[in-house]
């Protein structure tokens, strides 16, 4: 196949230089018609143009204005604007005939009108373009050409008013009515043959479709009809045969054209190429590309038309690059089909470059580069239908090789079966006693890892037992130090009372009352009677506050326990908040402040000993990493509480060291810690996790270095609904 196809590859490309190399542009100002140059093609600066954004500009603005610049390109190309175009070319006769014709080869231009002098001087207008009816047309044709009188040796001033929403694409020949005719019939006459390869390809691929039932010939199918009816649609051929009398298919042709001809092209390309199996990502990416391509049909039904259609460029050029990289890419994987695709797609790009450059006036407009496109369409069209053909063989050469393959493999497997048996038995029992020695190593060591698990367990515990034993004896121990203190002053003046009692009593039996009343009097004084009463009431009080306080560390240490209420049960979470900071007051330094940001919250049910566990953990962890930090200034501890839904949120957050984001990241994994070795076990914050997800809760952490962390909890009012 490639020894076939490189003479043409190489013959085209050679074609293309001497077109390119070999034609120099003209930069007359006038179009001269002359016997020896009977068809000219306006080119270059004997074209002026004047741009109208408005759209809005009258023919008579047009015909003084002072605007028009000279086109610097070969041909007029304008490309996708919403501006009206007006073009003014000057025509010198010579040719010995009056009458010339001047042709429009560019057909879908939606609206063109014509303004051209009378005998009398006068300009009148000729409408045009294909929202205007086909009927109307002075010469019935795709093209839009218009006969023009010009007397011969004279010259007379043409302008052209052009709007659309497609490209504005304006390439004009003009000469005498045979030379244009002949033009008109080459041209027909190849678009023809292009269309008649593809009706070829299509019924040839249709039979061999319906003989061999591969699907890759059915999308090729799709890919050639859509291919050559955006072919037909370009060069007219649809307007002019098929719907011209209807406008809604006239606008809609070309995007309609264009979608669906890039959707066959992707469909085709990925089962030729097997995408799907091959490279499961650039088969996503042909599936992006298709649904984009869907949705400028939508847009452009729903009148979005130059977006849609500026939408299609965008997919072309890039679906047409993707395309090719993915089928290079192949080919270097020795793909013989992506060998063949990129080889006759090579040839098709080359020819959209050319007629790009011919657009842009890098290369001559002729017929050659004006039909570039179809005659690289028409020779990619052969080269994938011999590449299909090719598949055929591929398929039966591969389908005999592997029925041979899988013969000697039958064979080998018969034999290597029979050898592989005695050597499997003896590999079974030795790996058997292998697993089963194995697992009597796991099993010792499943014993060691359960018994090591709880002792840390354990251990975490009595270290939690002994902070908290060591809070509580420190709290009580304050009231009854005051209530001890107390005792000795107040018995000292019990017994002084006592002894003023005693005075008194002696008063029954004494002869001198008035003096023993003067020494009970005097005593009076030297034990300050008021100040002893004072006394005693200040002492009773103090009694009291002492056995209020140990009262009040009692009810907080049952109230964190719950030792009553193993079960779920309804609680205030602000109590066990409460009775936690209780039981930790000993152990917060003077220059941390705790912040209450209570809110007000309905009981939720839990269960109140593990929950007081999760902020005993939680708020040791704070102090913890306040009294870490190197600088101690005024620290805080905040609690605050909410209600979100069916949750209460509970966040407590401090202005410790915080922590950076690996160790956030294993903060509830058991074991870890930062604390050096023997300071912790690493289960504290492990327990906390599996308490919150025993609840169907959910905890959260926010952290920085040096920013503090934030733990937000959320417990479900109702834990019944959520077990």
Known sequence: MRHLIQPVYSKFVCLLLLVTLFRLPAWADTIHISKNFPLQLAEYGQLEFLLDPSGKMQFKDALHSTSFEKLKKQIPNFGLTKDAIWLRFTIQNTSGENDLMFNVTYPILDLIDLYYPDA??????????????????????????????????????????????????????????????????????????????????????????????????????????????????????????????????????????????????????????????KAPWAYRIFTLFIIVYSSTLVLSVLGYYSIAYAMIDFLAITGVSFILLFAISQAFRQSKPARIFVFAWTIFILAVITFVLKDIGIIPYNIFTSHILVIGSGMEVVLLSFALADKINTFKAEKEASQALALQISKENEQLVREQNIILEAKVQERTEELQNSNKDLNVALTNLKDTQTRLVEKEKMASLGQLTAGIAHEINNPINFVTSNIKPLKLDIADLQELLNRYAQLKGSENVQQELASIEQFKREIDIDYIHEEISSLIKGIEDGAARTAEIVKGLRTFSRLDESDVKSIDIHEGLDSTLVLLRNGIPSNVNIIKEYSELPKIECYAGKVNQVFMNILSNSLNAIKSKKEHGQESITIATRQEGEFVVITIRDTGIGMSAEVKEKIFDPFFTTKDVGEGTGLGLSIVFSIIEKHRGKIIVNSAPGEGAEFIIYLPLDLSSHL
Do not use: C
Not at 140 to 147: T, V
Not at 184 to 202: C, E, K, P, T, W
């Open 120 to 277: 009398d001087g006068r300009y009148q207008m000729i409408p045009g373009g294909e929202l205007r009816p086909f009927k109307s047309r002075p010469v019935i044709h795709q093209n839009f050409i218009y006969n023009i009188n010009i007397p011969n040796t004279t010259s007379q001033t043409f302008y052209l008013r052009i709007q659309s929403r497609e490209t504005i694409l304006v390439p004009i020949y003009i000469g005498t009515s045979r030379e244009i005719y002949n033009k008109l019939y080459n041209d027909d006459l190849l678009l023809s043959l292009y269309i008649g390869i593809i009706l070829v390809m299509v019924f040839y691929n249709t039979f061999i479709f319906f003989s061999v039932r591969d699907w890759s010939y059915f999308y090729y199918i799709l890919y050639i009809l859509f291919v050559g009816l955006t072919q037909m649609i370009i060069h007219g051929f649809g307007y002019r045969f098929f719907w011209h009398d209807n406008l809604f298919i006239t606008e809609q042709s070309v995007n309609w054209a264009g979608a669906l001809s890039g959707i066959a092209v992707l469909l085709f390309v990925q089962n030729f190429l097997h995408v799907k199996e």
